[in-house]
Protein backbone atom coordinates (compact mmCIF):
# COMPACT_ATOMS: atom_id res chain seq x y z
CA UNK A 1 0.00 0.00 0.00
CA UNK A 2 2.80 2.66 0.87
CA UNK A 3 4.53 1.96 -2.33
CA UNK A 4 0.99 2.88 -4.22
CA UNK A 5 1.17 5.88 -2.54
CA UNK A 6 4.47 6.81 -3.49
CA UNK A 7 3.58 6.19 -6.97
CA UNK A 8 0.63 8.44 -6.85
CA UNK A 9 2.68 11.12 -5.39
CA UNK A 10 4.83 10.38 -7.99
CA UNK A 11 2.42 10.51 -11.07
CA UNK A 12 0.75 13.59 -9.31
CA UNK A 13 3.95 15.44 -9.62
CA UNK A 14 4.79 14.50 -13.07
CA UNK A 15 1.35 14.99 -14.75
CA UNK A 16 0.15 17.92 -12.97
CA UNK A 17 2.87 19.49 -11.01
CA UNK A 18 5.13 19.95 -13.97
CA UNK A 19 7.19 23.01 -13.35
CA UNK A 20 7.48 26.27 -15.65
CA UNK A 21 9.59 28.58 -17.40
CA UNK A 22 9.96 31.97 -17.44
CA UNK A 23 10.59 33.36 -20.68
CA UNK A 24 11.76 36.98 -21.74
CA UNK A 25 10.39 38.29 -25.37
CA UNK A 26 11.87 41.06 -26.55
CA UNK A 27 10.43 42.66 -29.50
CA UNK A 28 12.98 43.64 -31.98
CA UNK A 29 11.71 47.53 -33.50
CA UNK A 30 13.86 50.40 -34.76
CA UNK A 31 12.37 52.57 -31.73
CA UNK A 32 15.44 52.26 -29.93
CA UNK A 33 13.45 51.56 -26.85
CA UNK A 34 12.73 48.08 -24.94
CA UNK A 35 9.23 46.55 -25.30
CA UNK A 36 9.62 43.28 -23.86
CA UNK A 37 7.10 40.70 -21.88
CA UNK A 38 7.82 38.15 -19.21
CA UNK A 39 5.90 34.86 -20.51
CA UNK A 40 5.53 31.73 -17.88
CA UNK A 41 4.49 28.76 -19.42
CA UNK A 42 4.20 25.11 -18.32
CA UNK A 43 7.11 22.89 -19.66
CA UNK A 44 4.14 20.23 -20.97
CA UNK A 45 2.54 23.21 -24.23
CA UNK A 46 3.56 22.94 -27.02
CA UNK A 47 4.68 25.88 -28.87
CA UNK A 48 1.72 26.58 -30.91
CA UNK A 49 0.20 27.79 -27.55
CA UNK A 50 3.47 29.80 -26.82
CA UNK A 51 3.13 31.40 -30.40
CA UNK A 52 -0.82 32.48 -29.42
CA UNK A 53 0.50 33.53 -26.06
CA UNK A 54 3.21 36.24 -27.62
CA UNK A 55 0.79 36.99 -29.95
CA UNK A 56 -1.51 38.60 -27.64
CA UNK A 57 1.10 39.77 -25.20
CA UNK A 58 2.17 42.36 -27.87
CA UNK A 59 -1.22 43.04 -29.32
CA UNK A 60 -1.07 41.00 -32.58
CA UNK A 61 -3.34 39.10 -34.43
CA UNK A 62 -1.27 36.33 -35.06
CA UNK A 63 -2.90 35.03 -38.59
CA UNK A 64 0.78 35.26 -40.82
CA UNK A 65 2.58 32.32 -40.85
CA UNK A 66 5.24 31.89 -38.22
CA UNK A 67 8.39 29.66 -37.32
CA UNK A 68 10.23 29.06 -33.63
CA UNK A 69 14.11 28.55 -34.22
CA UNK A 70 16.48 27.33 -32.06
CA UNK A 71 19.64 29.94 -31.05
CA UNK A 72 22.74 30.10 -29.32
CA UNK A 73 24.84 32.94 -27.61
CA UNK A 74 25.30 34.80 -30.70
CA UNK A 75 20.91 34.88 -31.79
CA UNK A 76 21.61 32.68 -34.79
CA UNK A 77 19.14 30.32 -36.15
CA UNK A 78 19.32 26.92 -35.84
CA UNK A 79 16.86 24.29 -36.29
CA UNK A 80 13.25 25.86 -37.39
CA UNK A 81 9.51 24.47 -36.07
CA UNK A 82 6.70 25.83 -38.02
CA UNK A 83 3.17 26.62 -37.60
CA UNK A 84 2.28 24.59 -40.24
CA UNK A 85 4.00 21.96 -42.63
CA UNK A 86 4.01 23.66 -45.90
CA UNK A 87 5.90 20.30 -47.39
CA UNK A 88 9.06 22.44 -48.08
CA UNK A 89 11.22 20.12 -46.35
CA UNK A 90 14.60 20.24 -47.62
CA UNK A 91 16.78 19.36 -45.27
CA UNK A 92 18.04 15.70 -43.78
CA UNK A 93 15.88 16.59 -40.31
CA UNK A 94 12.64 16.37 -40.23
CA UNK A 95 9.97 19.52 -39.95
CA UNK A 96 8.97 20.47 -36.42
CA UNK A 97 5.67 21.56 -36.36
CA UNK A 98 4.34 23.72 -33.44
CA UNK A 99 1.43 21.91 -32.72
CA UNK A 100 3.21 18.78 -32.30
CA UNK A 101 6.65 20.37 -30.18
CA UNK A 102 6.23 20.66 -26.25
CA UNK A 103 8.52 23.13 -25.00
CA UNK A 104 10.03 20.99 -22.85
CA UNK A 105 11.78 18.82 -26.09
CA UNK A 106 13.21 21.86 -27.59
CA UNK A 107 14.42 23.59 -23.78
CA UNK A 108 17.57 22.00 -23.39
CA UNK A 109 20.12 24.71 -22.01
CA UNK A 110 19.50 26.79 -18.81
CA UNK A 111 19.40 29.72 -20.71
CA UNK A 112 17.88 28.92 -23.95
CA UNK A 113 17.63 31.05 -26.77
CA UNK A 114 15.43 31.14 -29.61
CA UNK A 115 13.82 33.38 -31.95
CA UNK A 116 10.39 34.02 -33.53
CA UNK A 117 9.79 35.25 -36.90
CA UNK A 118 6.51 36.37 -37.50
CA UNK A 119 5.17 37.29 -40.80
CA UNK A 120 7.64 36.93 -43.28
CA UNK A 121 6.69 39.85 -45.55
CA UNK A 122 6.82 42.32 -42.55
CA UNK A 123 9.95 39.94 -40.44
CA UNK A 124 8.58 40.65 -37.06
CA UNK A 125 11.60 39.09 -35.16
CA UNK A 126 11.20 38.01 -31.64
CA UNK A 127 14.27 37.43 -29.46
CA UNK A 128 13.44 34.66 -26.82
CA UNK A 129 15.40 33.93 -23.47
CA UNK A 130 14.71 31.63 -20.85
CA UNK A 131 15.49 33.79 -17.64
CA UNK A 132 13.96 30.84 -15.12
CA UNK A 133 12.47 27.61 -14.62
CA UNK A 134 10.00 27.37 -11.99
CA UNK A 135 8.61 24.60 -9.46
CA UNK A 136 5.35 26.30 -9.31
CA UNK A 137 2.76 25.27 -12.11
CA UNK A 138 0.72 27.11 -14.07
CA UNK A 139 -2.55 25.89 -15.99
CA UNK A 140 -2.55 28.37 -18.66
CA UNK A 141 0.34 30.73 -19.91
CA UNK A 142 0.75 33.77 -18.01
CA UNK A 143 2.19 37.25 -19.01
CA UNK A 144 3.98 38.15 -15.71
CA UNK A 145 5.73 41.64 -17.32
CA UNK A 146 5.06 43.94 -19.29
CA UNK A 147 7.60 46.49 -20.30
CA UNK A 148 7.04 49.17 -23.12
CA UNK A 149 4.53 49.88 -25.76
CA UNK A 150 4.56 47.11 -28.80
CA UNK A 151 4.68 48.45 -32.14
CA UNK A 152 1.47 47.91 -34.25
CA UNK A 153 1.35 45.01 -36.17
CA UNK A 154 0.64 47.27 -39.69
CA UNK A 155 3.12 49.78 -38.57
CA UNK A 156 5.34 47.88 -40.87
CA UNK A 157 4.42 48.37 -44.39
CA UNK A 158 6.12 47.46 -47.52
CA UNK A 159 6.87 50.15 -49.85
CA UNK A 160 6.65 50.10 -53.42
CA UNK A 161 10.36 48.59 -53.97
CA UNK A 162 9.17 45.53 -51.40
CA UNK A 163 11.38 47.18 -48.74
CA UNK A 164 10.39 47.92 -45.30
CA UNK A 165 9.33 51.23 -44.00
CA UNK A 166 8.36 52.04 -40.44
CA UNK A 167 5.64 54.63 -39.28
CA UNK A 168 2.22 54.77 -38.62
CA UNK A 169 -0.56 53.33 -40.83
Not at 41 to 49: G, Q, R, Y
Request: aromatic share 12%.
Amino acid sequence: VRHLAVIRVYLHKFFYCMPSYKFRVLIDTDSGNDVFRDIVISTKENLEVFYRKIMEAFDFKGDQLASFYKSNEDWDKGQEITLVDMGMNEGPDPVLIMRETKLLEIVTEPDQKMILVYDFMRMWCFLIELVETQTRAVSTPQIALRVGEPPKEESKSLDEAGGLTYGET
